[in-house]
């Protein structure tokens, strides 16, 4: 579904992020992408819902060829590949619900969106996505009360509510703590599981991607050195 062919990203100022990128993911696989800082991870990953735009080869996502999309094409394909960050990217000053509901907002009449009335089945979606990461009780919260692992189940209940095909997550547990960490990595592993919904990880604790994630691929220099099932790689890298 998600398919690289000798994909290259040159960056406007000449610098070569990723080269000869062969990569083909499938349905419902958890891939982590593991590699130091500057590897070439999160342009890897930004390729796939065209937030960058490749310079060479080809990428296809449900084989729609991603560097011919426009427009409406892109929103189309965004609307299917939710994106989660390092930084949760809430609004912290409103409560946990009105941060999920947003995620209905693209499909919404203007004059909706203007005054904010959401429908009783948005609020069921919301609040079961909330659920679905285990903070249904901090619902009627503010983002800015919660911990920083809860404001990240925040982002991925926001991102589930949108019921997207594809999770694509950069470095969303470089900011917490080993515990919490954890946690939200099980909340992951569990999505893929339930939901199949297929993960991409961009991480750099190789212990956790290989403890949680089913494939683990290598990046360094821009271009991928290893590609496994976790359980088949070991230690030396
Ligand atoms: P990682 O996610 O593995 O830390 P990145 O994909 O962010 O790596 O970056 C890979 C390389 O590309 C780094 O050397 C980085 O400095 C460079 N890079 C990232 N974004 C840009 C940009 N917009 N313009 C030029 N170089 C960039
Ligand atoms: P993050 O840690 O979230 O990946 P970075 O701090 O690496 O973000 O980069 C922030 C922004 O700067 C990104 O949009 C990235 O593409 C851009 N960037 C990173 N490295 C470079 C670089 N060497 N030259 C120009 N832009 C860069």
Redesign the pocket.
Known sequence: MIEFKEVEKR?P?G?LALQQINLQIEQGEFVAIIGLSGAGK?TLLRCINKMHDITGGTLHVNDVNVHRLKGKGIRHLRRNIGMI??SFNLVTRVSVLQNVLVSFVPTMPAWRKILGIFTKEEKRKALMALDQVGILDKAYVRVDQLSGGQQQRVALARTLAQNPQIILA??PVASLDPVTAKQVMEDFKRINQELSMTILINIHHVDLALAYATRVIGVRGGEIVFDGQADEINEET
């Open positions: 960056y100022n610098y999160s960050f390092q950069d470095e």
